[in-house]
């Protein structure tokens, strides 16, 4: 699902500056922590599955983002990132636990970029997502943020069982005031 991903990374990535740390949730192949990295920044990735590169300024995590924020305390990022990740994560976890920790573990002038996704349930899948988020739920809970992206589309595209179906997007990237 790579549409508009574009627009979405243009709206931060000019502001990524050598030094600054990225923490990428649920990195997947890795090539958004590549990207960050290659702007000079300092990433750690948290995932499960670990991406199969070496970069000496990617510090890679294998474990559940729960774990990660439960024992990680002292990190401020300049810049999280959670691309098609919240959706598999459990909704009041989100809103209750990994949302306010962002918010504490942003720097003054921190980004957060978070992209979300649901999948029209015709045909049925296989792949469960626990949470769907509208932009309007995201936007509301960063109120006090400033709005630097927002965009709510759908698009016709191959799910991860090679099924055409319609996929709704969910775009936010706001600014700590």
């Known amino acids: 699902m790579t549409i508009n991903i574009r627009s979405f990374t243009n709206a931060f990535l000019d ?10 949730l649920g990195a997947g192949d890795g090539k958004f922590a590549h990207m960050f990295s290659e702007c000079g920044a300092i990433v750690t990735v ?29 990190g401020h990022y300049d810049l999280i990132f959670a691309r098609n990740v919240i959706q598999f994560l459990d909704k009041n976890w989100v809103f209750e636990t990994l949302f ?22 015709k045909p049925p899948f296989k792949h469960f997502m626990r949470s769907l988020y509208t932009l309007q739920e995201l936007t509301e809970y960063f109120i006090m943020w400033k709005e630097l992206y927002t965009k709510e589309y759908s698009h016709n595209g191959l799910d991860i069982s090679g099924q055409t179906r319609k996929f709704f997007v969910s775009s936010l990237i706001v600014q700590k005031k």
């Open 15 to 24: 502001r990524i500056t050598p030094g600054h740390r990225v923490l990428d």
């Open 100 to 121: 306010p920790w962002m918010d504490r573990h942003s720097t003054q002038q921190g980004i957060i970029a978070i992209e979300t996704f649901y999948q029209d349930p």
């Open 46 to 74: 948290v995932d499960t599955q670990a991406p199969k590169f070496q970069d000496a300024k990617i510090t890679v995590k294998k474990m559940k983002i729960e774990d990660f924020c439960a024992i990680n305390g002292t």
